[in-house]
């Protein structure tokens, strides 16, 4: 996935999004990666099923984000329900913080959720990740009922936000 204006770093790096399948090694050392910080911050890794092919177009998109030819950060879409798209595994790598890059993926994410029908996203994160509770509260996200294998959890923080509504 390329755009007509190529996305850059706050410090004017360009940044390359590629969608790439989820089974590819690449993203699947991207999602190690993610599974790693859940590890750090949690005590564990994300439980949520997954299956690769949830995140093949057109029902589903997986990104990699690539600086100077350097993965750099990841996310991804699937179908959560009829118009309704679920973002997982949003990840920027430390050297590539507050930069922003998740800025970037997670308006790569919306725009091509929205392009394929969608009228709204979904995404469930935790208290233990407050730099992406920050980034999703300025995106304009809000609570919105539990669902999955966290629905239950209590600490689990469930956000969605409509699409097409601006940034």
Known sequence: MRTSA???LADGRPV???AVPYDDPLAQEMVSRVQQEYVARYGGPDEAVVDAAEFDPPAGLFLVAEVDGVPAGCGAW???APGVAEVKRVYV???F???GLAQLLMAALEDSAAAAGHRSVVLNSG???PEALALYAGLGYTPVPGYGV???EPDA???GRRLGGGR
């Open 6 to 8: 190529e996305p850059r």
């Open 16 to 18: 390359t999004l590629r």
């Open 78 to 80: 699937r179908v959560h």
């Open 93 to 95: 790598a430390p050297g």
């Open 97 to 99: 913080r507050r930069q």
């Open 127 to 129: 208290p233990e990740q």
């Open 150 to 152: 966290y629905a239950d």
């Open 157 to 159: 923080v469930h956000l």
